[in-house]
């Protein structure tokens, strides 16, 4: 038997021919552990998913050392979706959302809507933000833009246009995909397509060469609307033939693909010295019966924290 094709990865690459560069995600497990750890809805699901291959996208396109977090924040049945990715391709996620509300939305329209206006309907109004942190004594980016357009990539392209002035083109798909046992697995994929200021190899006039970079960009970007869901989704489709079969005549050469994963950078830890950084009367607040209960709001993993190991979290503190 053939190994199956990898996944859960960023494969960058290039268009020889139209100065274009893009950048392919396919994520697997990294969709499906998001999901499972807190048994998501579909509708959350499927946002959850798609900003999870946004993001990867889009960090893709970044330079940095840390991590890079999106988030949507709005007024409707999700309140707040949150994505981070760290350079190393750590993946996590979560959403608050309103069960009653949610309904509300889904009610009469059948088991899942359709992904068509996710944005309105799901987050209503608000904002994307996109931070950059890259650790203490940096300056951290941020990006802000309000939620605009019918679905999260949508938006996506508003902050490119926006934030970044990058003229660049995505595609992204997200859904339930069997897997080779016949099972329903939650899966997405994206591709992005950058436009590269042309380096002056033609010695044409200026005008003829603006003419030609832009046809051959409207052409890459026809190409790249040609890629199916099915095509983003499929995991016995090899990245590099997906890029081939889209791309092949125009020379396309792809370069070492970076694994992602979800992995959460939550840790004992972590939560110990947040709890420490209150006060211990506001601990003793947080109480669930003699124990204080932290958990994390990306990988749902429960900290607990018994009396005698408040006692010595405290020890030396005044009572
Ligand atoms: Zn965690």
New binding site residues.
Partial sequence: MSEPPPDNLVQPFQIESMAAQGRLVRLGDAVQAVVTAHDYPADVARVLGEAEAIAAVIAGTLKFDGVMTFQVKGDGPVNMLVVDVSSDGAL?GYAQFSEEKLAATSAGTGAIAGPQQDVPRLFGSGYLVLTVDQGPDTQRYQGIVPLKGATLTDCAHTYFRQSVQLEAVLKVAVDRVADADGVLRWRAGALILQKLEQRGIQQQSGDDQDLDSDDSWRRAVALLGSCTSAELLDPSLHPNDLLYRLFNEDGVRAFDPSPLAMR????RDRVENVLRSFPRTEITDMKIGDDVVVT??????SYIFGPVEIDAMYEGDEA
């Fill in positions: 996590r959460c950078r939550c840790s994390c709001e990306f990988c749902n993993e």
